[in-house]
């Protein structure tokens, strides 16, 4: 939406600067999209005085011009420069357009500087219109009468002072697409006041002789009322200057009078209009539907073929009028045209904007009409229409036809001032808010508030604080902190699991990792290798083909980020994820994983030969450390009940016993890394954050260190086991001879090949462990210690079949 400075004094009594009126603009909410101010480029170019002019002693086709010109202003002395110019009408006595030194030219994008020009001094220079970007005319310097104020601005004297605003409307501002809604936000916010809009009903001399019908469907929605009438006798010239000067500033290029007229009433008043050649039409006007296949040629010379249920204006030679989108080029206005039939109308926005949308026409009445002009003010629009058409072209009107009825948008919503303060916060006087309403248009009557009938957008009590909290400036809001809705320290709003997620994911970033934020949709190859595919996880309406079934795990989104990354020139990659896995459809068939990849090497290249390639022990660790960080038992356990993804001899799982996992770990199976065409191998690990038991009591405070004054004992043990015997097994069941006194059991030594063979026997092996006994009332005795061992050794050959090695 664009407009002049000018054009809104016409409708606002104000004093208030440029400057004001654009920061109050946009704190408003109309917000300024550009503005050209003429006294910017043109400020410096003011009203000279050729003093003499005498032609150029070694050029000729110039002529040396003594110049009076008043660089500081007409208050300031003058001062006469010498003006080297090729004019032709460039003579003594001319009153013209002077440029001073340092003046930007803005037809010629040039910077005047003092200069020479074939042996002359040239300080400045006489100007064309085309200089000043006034027109394309540049045979000659602008003249001016010779009673023209010497050292004025010419901006100032031409009238050409005037700003062009051009400010972003939203969709649920109609009223702002005409000057005089944007005035009347202004003078709300108090930046002056708006002028009255008298509206003097034009006299008809004769009955219309078009008539006018709407048919009976579109009347309850699509056109609730049309009116027209018709001016005879009127001449179609060019329209005056001033009205030429503002629609050329805001981008339209001037017609006709007639046209002009209509163009101006659509950005004025947003009261989109159009003009009927009275001598064109043919019977009466009727507003049907399009039945749909006409061909209509339009103002903007398409031809249009028209669908079904299309509004449009028809006489008897057929489709006259687009309805609300565009008028017809066999009815429209030439300079021949000598009756005119004016229309206003209103239309449905809906129909409005689907019809523009299918035959993809943009114009200035579609724009407005589609998003709701004012259906009361339909018959003032076509009085000063008339108005201003008899004024400006002569003529005689016809008495006013009409057809339906004005829509009836009477509402009103409970007004409360209390409510300004509690959903927006401000502490503004009911006065205030009374006459903020009342300004901007809104009907007051005790504690009700009627909207005006140009806001279609107000529809509800919400919408009135919105209003006055705009108007007000919500620049004024004050940040207040909310307040405690209980004393003290807030209880934690985090459940248990959510703490857990996010402690997994902190410590997962802190030994490195990078996150990632995959997808919980796979494709079903890849559902399949982790164990899923099944119908139950498969989506009904997938994104795409690669996006079929929920995720039974985390590792395929993280593999396939690893194998992006690879093909990038990345090698050394370790990523993680944090998220629910889906074994099924139902809403407990979920569970939440934290999974982690690592590929490549564990570090970068140095000196000091410190880069190795990672192993399953990495990635184990970073397991246990996940663990520890959600809470779960220093003691747990571990078998190879790993799922097939895994690397049957390189991985495992860290249980409390055989039917509680809690984190898998270990190489990736090398069918899977091929699948993902991955280079190397790939170490992983995936935690199942919500089997850990929760502890029965919660605490707020670490316990107290309890330390122990009696020393340790360690004792060693070697047993002779079958070659497949696990090491686990032989620790777990040392550890369970006596829980209170045993603290550790480690593994030491393993002896094993073609010498134990010999030794031991085949398919035999022998394993030492060391066990660190704590008393903790008491020293031990060697009767105790020999106790003890004892039941390590009971426990071991019953768990393992072995022997205590001799």
Same mark, same amino acid.
């Given at each position: 939406?664009?407009f002049?400075?000018?054009?809104?004094r016409?409708?606002?009594?104000?004093?208030?600067t440029?400057?004001?009126?654009? &920061?109050?603009?946009t704190?408003?909410g109309?917000?300024?999209e550009?503005?050209t101010?003429?006294?910017?480029?043109l400020g410096?170019?003011?009203?000279a005085r050729?003093?003499?002019?005498?032609?150029?002693?070694d050029?000729d086709?110039?002529?040396?011009?003594?110049v009076?010109?008043?660089p500081?202003?007409?208050?300031?002395a003058?001062?006469?420069?010498?003006?080297?110019?090729g004019? %032709?009408?460039?003579r003594t006595?001319?009153?013209?357009?002077?440029?001073?030194?340092?003046t930007?030219?803005?037809?010629?994008?040039v910077?005047l500087?003092p200069g020479?020009?074939?042996?002359?001094?040239?300080?400045?220079?006489?100007?064309?219109?085309r200089?000043?970007?006034?027109?394309?005319? $540049?045979?000659g310097i602008?003249?001016?009468?010779?009673d023209a104020?010497?050292?004025?601005?010419?901006?100032d004297?031409?009238?050409?002072?005037?700003?062009?605003?051009e400010?972003?409307?939203t969709?649920n501002?109609?009223?702002a697409?005409?000057v005089?809604?944007?005035a009347?936000?202004?003078?709300?916010?108090g930046l002056?006041?708006?002028?009255?809009?008298v509206?003097?009903p034009?006299a008809?001399t004769f009955p219309?002789?078009?008539g006018v019908?709407?048919?009976p469907?579109l009347k309850?929605?699509?056109? %609730?009322?049309?009116?027209g009438?018709?001016?005879?006798g009127?001449t179609n010239?060019?329209s005056?200057?001033w009205l030429?000067k503002r629609?050329?500033?805001?981008?339209?290029?001037p017609i006709?009078?007639l046209?002009?007229?209509?163009n101006?009433?659509?950005?004025?008043?947003?009261?989109?209009?159009h003009?009927?050649?009275?001598?064109?039409?043919q019977g009466?006007?009727?507003i $049907?539907?399009a039945?749909?296949?006409?061909?209509f040629?339009?103002?903007?010379?398409k031809?249009?073929t028209l669908?079904?249920?299309?509004?449009?204006?028809?006489?008897?030679?057929g489709?006259?009028s687009?309805?609300?989108?565009m008028?017809?080029?066999?009815?429209?206005?030439?300079?021949?045209?000598v009756?005119v039939?004016?229309?206003?109308?209103?239309?449905?926005p809906?129909?409005?904007a689907a019809?523009?949308?299918a035959?993809?026409?943009?114009?200035?009445?579609r724009?407005?009409?589609?998003?709701g002009?004012d259906?009361?003010?339909?018959?003032?629009g076509?009085? /000063?229409?008339?108005?201003?058409v008899?004024?400006?072209c002569g003529?005689?009107?016809?008495?006013?036809?009409?057809?339906?009825t004005?829509?009836?948008?009477?509402?009103s919503?409970?007004?409360?001032?209390?409510?300004?303060?509690?959903?927006?916060g401000?502490?503004i006087?009911?006065?205030t808010?009374?006459?903020?309403l009342?300004t901007?248009g809104f009907t /007051?009557q005790?504690? @009700?508030?009627?909207?005006?009938s140009?806001?279609?957008?107000?529809?509800g009590?919400? *919408?009135?604080?919105e209003?006055?909290?705009?108007v007000?400036s919500?620049?004024k809001?004050?940040g207040k902190p909310l307040?405690?809705?209980?004393?003290g320290?807030?209880?934690a709003?985090?459940?248990?699991?959510?703490?857990?997620?996010?402690?997994a994911?902190?410590?997962?970033a802190?030994?490195? &990792?990078n996150?990632?934020?995959? &997808?919980s949709?796979?494709?079903? #190859?890849?559902?399949?290798?982790?164990?899923?595919? !099944?119908?139950?996880t498969?989506?009904?309406? %997938?994104?795409?083909?690669?996006?079929t $079934?929920?995720?039974? *795990?985390?590792?395929?989104?993280?593999l396939q980020a690893?194998a992006?990354?690879q093909a990038r020139?990345?090698?050394d990659l370790s990523?993680?994820?944090v998220?629910?896995?889906?074994a099924?459809g139902e809403p407990g068939?979920?569970?939440?994983?934290?999974?982690?990849?690592?590929?490549?090497a564990?570090t970068?290249?140095?000196? $000091?030969?410190s880069?190795r390639v990672?192993?399953l022990? #990495?990635?184990?660790?970073?397991?246990?450390a996940?663990l520890?960080?959600?809470?779960?038992p220093?003691?747990m @356990?571990?078998?190879?009940?790993m %799922?097939?993804?895994f690397?049957?001899g390189?991985?495992?799982?860290?249980s409390l016993?055989?039917k509680?996992?809690?984190a898998i770990?270990g190489e990736v199976?090398?069918?899977?890394?091929?699948? &993902?065409g991955?280079?190397g191998?790939?170490?992983a690990?995936?935690?199942?954050?919500?089997n850990p038991?929760?502890?029965k009591?919660?605490?707020?405070t670490?316990?107290?260190?309890s330390?122990?004054?009696?020393?340790?004992?360690?004792r060693?043990?070697?047993?002779v086991?079958?070659a497949?015997?696990?090491? !686990?097994?032989?620790?777990?069941?040392?550890?369970?001879a006596?829980?209170?006194?045993i603290?550790?059991?480690?593994?030491?030594?393993?002896?094993t090949?073609?010498?134990?063979?010999? @030794?031991?026997?085949?398919?035999?092996?022998?394993?030492a462990?060391?066990?660190?006994?704590?008393?903790g009332?008491?020293?031990l005795?060697d009767?105790d210690?020999?106790?003890?061992?004892?039941k390590i050794i009971?426990?071991v050959e019953k768990?393992?079949?072995?022997?205590?090695?001799?």
């Open positions: 939406m664009k002049t400075m000018s054009w809104l016409d409708h606002l009594e104000t004093s208030a440029l400057d004001e009126v654009l &920061y109050a603009l704190d408003l109309l917000e300024v550009g503005v101010d003429p006294a910017a480029s410096a170019f003011t009203i050729v003093i003499e002019a005498v032609q150029h002693p050029a086709r110039l002529r040396l011009c003594r009076e010109a008043w500081n202003g007409p208050d300031a003058s001062e006469e420069v010498q003006v080297v110019c004019a %032709p009408n460039a006595g001319l009153v013209g357009v002077f440029a001073p030194v340092g930007h030219v803005p037809g010629t994008g910077d500087k020479v020009i074939r042996g002359q001094a040239s300080n400045g220079m006489l100007c064309s219109e200089e000043l970007e006034l027109s394309e005319d $540049h045979d602008i003249e001016l009468p010779e104020p010497l050292g004025v601005r010419y901006i004297y031409a009238g050409l002072n005037d700003p062009v605003i400010i972003a409307i969709p501002r109609p009223d697409l005409g005089r809604g944007i009347r936000d202004l003078a709300a916010r002056g006041t708006l002028k009255p809009l509206v003097e034009v008809g219309c002789p078009i019908q709407i048919s469907e309850d929605k699509g056109c %609730p009322i049309f009116a009438r018709l001016v005879r009127v010239g060019p005056p200057d030429q629609l050329r500033a805001i981008g339209l290029r006709s009078a046209v002009d007229i209509t101006f009433f659509t950005f004025d008043l947003n009261r989109p209009l003009v009927f050649d009275a001598g064109n039409v009466a006007l009727r $049907h539907p039945a749909g296949g006409e061909q040629l339009a103002l903007d010379d031809t249009y669908g079904a249920d299309q509004m449009v204006i028809s006489d008897d030679n489709v006259e687009l309805a609300g989108v008028g017809g080029a066999a009815s429209g206005c030439s300079e021949d045209t009756d039939f004016i229309e206003s109308a209103y239309w449905d809906i129909i409005i019809t523009g949308r035959l993809k026409i943009n114009s200035d009445a724009y407005r009409f589609e998003r002009v259906p009361a003010f339909t018959l003032d076509l009085e /000063l229409a008339t108005r201003m008899m004024d400006l003529g005689e009107a016809s008495e006013v036809v009409v057809d339906g004005i829509p009836d948008t009477a509402r919503y409970t007004f409360d001032p209390a409510r300004v303060g509690s959903l927006v401000m502490d006087p009911e006065a808010q009374r006459a903020t009342e901007l /007051l005790g504690n @009700q508030a009627s909207p005006p140009w806001r279609p957008d107000v529809l009590a919400a *919408d009135l604080v209003e006055i909290a705009r007000a919500l620049t809001l004050e307040p405690r809705p209980q004393a320290v807030p209880r709003i985090l459940t248990p699991l959510q703490t857990r997620e996010r402690a994911r902190r410590m997962l802190g030994l490195g &990792y996150e990632c934020v995959t &997808y949709f796979i494709d079903a #190859d890849s559902a399949a290798l982790f164990g899923g595919g !099944a119908d139950a498969r989506l009904q309406n %997938p994104i795409s083909s690669e996006m $079934h929920m995720r039974p *795990d985390l590792l395929p989104g993280l690893a992006r990354n020139g990345a090698m990523l993680f994820e998220g629910p896995a889906f099924g068939e979920q569970q939440v994983q934290a999974a982690a990849i690592l590929v490549g564990n970068g290249r140095d000196p $000091h030969a880069r990672v192993d022990y #990495d990635a184990k660790a970073d397991a246990e996940v520890s960080a959600i809470g779960a220093l003691k @356990q571990i078998n190879r009940n %799922p097939g993804w690397h049957p390189r991985a495992g799982v860290l016993g055989p509680l996992p809690l770990f199976h090398p069918r899977i890394i091929r699948h &993902y991955l280079k191998a790939v170490m690990l995936t935690v199942m954050v919500e038991p929760q502890p009591a919660r605490k707020t670490r316990g107290a260190l330390g122990n004054r009696l020393q340790a004992v360690e060693d043990f070697a047993f086991l079958n497949d015997v696990e090491a !686990a097994q032989v620790v777990n069941a040392a550890m369970g006596d829980k209170a006194l603290a550790d059991v480690q593994v030491f030594d393993e002896f090949g073609d010498k134990a063979a010999a @030794q031991l026997g085949e398919g035999r092996k022998s394993l462990i060391a066990v660190r006994l704590q008393p009332d008491r020293t005795t009767e210690i020999e106790a003890v061992g004892a009971a426990k768990a393992t079949g072995g022997t205590l090695r001799g």
